[in-house]
């Protein structure tokens, strides 16, 4: 087995190109910390209407991509390389699919129509890509059901490819609830033949599904943290999927995502009013002082601040704290929110805000440099999902001192512990019932720590921030993964 693998890297968003969630600061920072284990890694993704072109370089020839039917179409290439690293990124540029504001849908909200053209066409435009540069992976990885369908077409479309004769697949479902179903139009358009539409792969109730076919096919599958690995195994987190996953679990690992402490530090975050760090947290007041007069806040340093920085999205547990507005409202505390999503959630928010404006304050909008403002100035932060493969903004919390208030589902439960009053040990607070009284009590038991306990809230804050999530150390478990993939296909040849 080679000690220096070659991976074909392939994901709809990648930080800092374009971005909507998590999978965009995975797949910015997880082939970077691959590269420096010494593995050669190449990325692909779109390039969406939002990138800017006069800063890549152009590739000589245009990229040929069969479409099957549709016949073959050609995409421009550019190039790039991941800041602060030597690993290229090769954008896709195909105008029709790719020449718009959205990533997946318009700004209504509506996933585009075409969506199982536009990524079936960036899945195979990898494989084609790797051939045109002259690069024979090891490893095919893709993520979530965008690029789902490249471990049936590596078994398929391009078995006989010689190029991909030793490559094992991998895939990474960063989120279940998304599968990419679709007409079964596609399955000619992928080219993989009608023998892999069944309830077994491709199929479901007459449809397609691309992350079942990317289930059943991988080598190996990863999700983001080992809890949501066991999760999705069940009704609650399966979203229909749990008896093929468990079908297929041999298979399945759980890692737990890093963060890009070079983005995500206190004391060095160039966003923020001002740096701290875990023996002088100053600057921590001065972030919160800044962050309320910022939102239109009573500069209170008696107040707990909670913030919430995410989508707006059922998965984040927006109907929980709706339902739990008014018991937050009387909870002692002050509260920051940040996120666009649901046209319902936006509208009520901003409405709260309007009418409580001495202890709720909002922006709707996407807003990096806030997010930071968030995490530095407020006590506590607010991540109620209802499921959460991994979560980031928790972790991001941590660092910054900001104790997270957490239901205890997938990436929440495994990165954050629950505060013991008899011992003092834990880095947040938990609640475990998805209802809107345990996020209510879970809440004022918070604030009322945070009021009554200083000590306690000093000791988990250092704890918090002395934690670390470093990539390298997923980086090495992704390793073990693929090795185990490529046996597993070594195996089945
Ligand atoms: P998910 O991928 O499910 O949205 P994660 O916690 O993994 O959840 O990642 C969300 C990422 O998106 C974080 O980096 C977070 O800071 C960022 N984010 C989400 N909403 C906003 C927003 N409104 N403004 C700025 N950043 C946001
Ligand atoms: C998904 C999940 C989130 C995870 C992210 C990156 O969007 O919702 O929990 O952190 O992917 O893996």
């Known amino acids: 087995m080679p000690q220096k693998l070659k991976i074909l890297f392939t994901a709809s968003e990648v930080v800092p190109y374009a971005k909507t969630g998590g999978l965009a600061d995975v797949a910015g920072a997880l082939p970077k910390a691959m590269a420096a284990l010494g593995h050669e890694v190449i990325v692909v993704m779109p390039r969406y209407y939002s990138i800017d072109r006069s800063k890549l370089e152009e590739l000589p ?7 099957g039917p549709l016949h073959t179409q050609w995409a421009g290439i550019w190039k790039d390389t ?10 896709i540029d195909y105008e029709a699919y790719f020449g718009r504001a959205g990533l997946y849908a318009d700004e209504n909200g509506y996933s585009y129509p075409d969506n199982d053209l536009r990524f079936t066409f960036l899945s195979k435009a990898a494989f084609e890509l790797a051939k045109m540069l002259d690069f024979r992976p090891d490893i095919v990885h893709a993520h979530d059901w965008h690029t789902a369908p490249q471990p049936l077409l590596r078994d398929s479309r391009y078995l006989w490819e010689p190029r991909f004769a030793d490559a094992a697949t991998v895939l990474t479902i960063h989120n279940l609830q998304h599968q990419g179903i679709f007409d079964e139009r596609i399955v000619d358009i992928l080219e993989c033949g009608w023998e892999h539409f069944t309830p077994f792969e491709l199929e479901s109730m007459g449809a397609t599904n691309f992350l079942k076919a990317g289930i059943a096919r991988a080598d190996r599958i990863t999700t983001v943290s080992p809890t949501y690995a066991k999760e999705i195994q069940t009704p609650e987190f399966g979203f229909g999927l749990e008896e093929h996953i468990r079908s297929h679990a041999d298979r399945l690992r759980g890692i737990l995502n890093g963060v890009d402490y070079s983005e995500w530090s206190p004391a060095a975050d160039p966003f923020i009013p001002a740096h701290f760090d875990v023996d002088d947290l100053a600057g921590k007041a001065l972030c919160k002082r800044e962050l309320q007069r910022r939102f239109g806040l009573p500069e209170r340093d008696d107040l707990p601040l909670i913030g919430f920085v995410g989508r707006f999205a059922e998965q984040k547990g927006i109907g929980l704290i709706a339902g ?21 959630a936006e509208g009520f928010f901003s409405d709260v805000a309007g009418r409580w404006g001495d202890r709720f304050a909002c922006h709707i909008g996407y807003s990096n440099e806030l997010a930071h403002w968030i995490e530095a100035g407020s006590d506590l932060f607010l991540m109620p999902s209802l499921f959460e ?11 910054y001192g900001t104790l997270p208030i957490v239901r205890a589902t997938g990436g929440l439960d495994d990165t954050i512990e629950n505060y013991d009053p008899m011992s003092g040990a834990g880095t947040g607070f938990k609640f475990w019932e998805p209802s809107r009284e345990a996020l209510a009590s879970t809440v004022r038991w918070a604030a009322e720590t945070w009021r009554n306990a200083p000590a306690a809230i000093e000791a988990m804050r250092r704890r918090a921030m002395e934690a670390r ?15 185990e993939a490529i046996a597993h296909r070594k195996e089945k040849a």
């Open 82 to 91: 991941l800041p602060g690293s030597d690993v290229p990124i090769y954008f």
């Open 61 to 67: 020839h245009p990229l040929g991509v069969p479409m």
């Open 324 to 344: 739990a507005m008014e018991e937050l409202l009387h909870s002692g505390a002050q509260f920051v929110f940040l996120g666009t999503g649901e046209k319902w």
């Open 469 to 483: 999530f470093d990539w390298e150390r997923s980086a090495k478990e992704y390793e073990t993964v693929y090795r």
């Open 389 to 399: 493969p991994c979560g980031l903004n928790q972790i991001y919390s941590l660092r």
